[in-house]
């Protein structure tokens, strides 16, 4: 996959990352640190008032996720899987879930090759060294890299676009691998 990758926590406030797929992964965690991409583009966006219906809720991020693909047009989309509250009522777990099959099906319609999940303890795990951390130890890991999270939504973004970029990295070993 060449071009860029969006990064999507998936949220009523959706934090996005986007940049370029760095061409290869560095060897070690030394250069790693030593060669880090620059910030990619990024924000949140709000879907919707608090108390807004279903309906609205999901047309709005629609709307703004199918606007931000044709302006992006990258090659490759991930977003974090939804983790629903245990106590969840039915218009979050709908709002939840209707985020998760909007984002699939806007990015079918465009024909982006590249559409995957991630768990957020996954993510976590490859970005922190810690499958449970905080939302402060998850701003405090983009800050070590040099970025600059608007808030907690935005960090996890960036945290997904980095996971992201091993992902296709790993995807591309394996190709190389079995040819």
């Not at 219906?53 to 990258?74: E, K, Q």
């Not at 983790?83 to 979050?92: R, V």
Request: charged content about 20%; glycine content about 10%.
């Amino acid at each position: 996959m060449s071009g860029g990758l969006l990064a999507l926590d998936l949220a009523t406030v959706t934090g996005w990352a986007y940049a370029p797929i760095p061409a290869a992964p560095p060897p070690t965690e030394l250069e790693r640190a030593a060669s880090l991409p620059p910030e990619p583009l990024g924000g949140t966006f709000r879907s919707g008032e608090p108390g807004c219906s279903v309906g609205r809720f999901l047309s709005l991020y629609g709307d703004w996720l199918a606007r931000h693909l044709a302006d992006l047009n990258p090659a490759g989309v991930i977003y974090e899987a939804p983790i629903l509250p245990e106590q969840a009522n039915h218009a979050t777990t709908i709002k939840l879930m209707g985020l998760a099959a909007v984002t699939e099906l806007i990015c079918h319609r465009r024909r982006i090759p590249w559409v995957r999940t991630a768990q957020p303890s996954s993510v976590k795990l490859t970005f922190t060294g810690h499958g449970r951390a905080t939302k402060d130890k998850m701003i405090a890991a983009c800050k070590a890299r040099g970025w600059t999270p608007i808030d907690d939504n935005h960090g996890d973004a960036l945290a997904l676009w980095e996971h992201g970029c091993g992902l296709v990295h790993t995807e591309r070993a394996r190709r190389r691998e079995a040819t």
